[in-house]
């Protein structure tokens, strides 16, 4: 899958993507994709598959798969507003850069059912300081209903 960045270089896309995508086993095991990848702002997506059903009967979405989708999602986005805030860094002295990040508080809103074969989660950056980062998020079914918002801080430092 390309990812679609305008402001960052394509060997610092690359290996984020490789970090978040294969690297972080949680993130694999959900099957989160990033297709994009701005400044404060990313994307993603992720394919329903039987073992993310959290209701059996009605074939939906797990709210765990929609909780971590949205919290790494968003951890991503802060990950691009640090890079983007040294683009005149080596991708490497980048990359290092996100080695104390962390959630230290994550709110999810569930306004109706995650039901179909994909959904897309965004995220973006409200507010990156020196040591803490605000974060909003969306997770969006196939037919582009909003099923879940999200609101998050991160440790950055």
Known sequence: MTITSSIFDPPFVAQLALMF????????????????????????EIEMRPELIGHFTHH????????ATLDAMAGLAVMAAIGARHLDEPVEARLARFGKLGTIDLRIDYLRPAIGPRFTARASVLRLGSRLASTRMEFIDAKGTLVSTGAAAYIVA
């Open 60 to 67: 939906r979405l797990h709210g765990g798969v929609i909780s």
């Open 21 to 44: 995508e294969e690297r972080i086993s949680f993130n694999r095991l959900l099957g989160l994709r990033v297709t994009s990848m701005e400044a404060a702002a990313v994307a993603g």
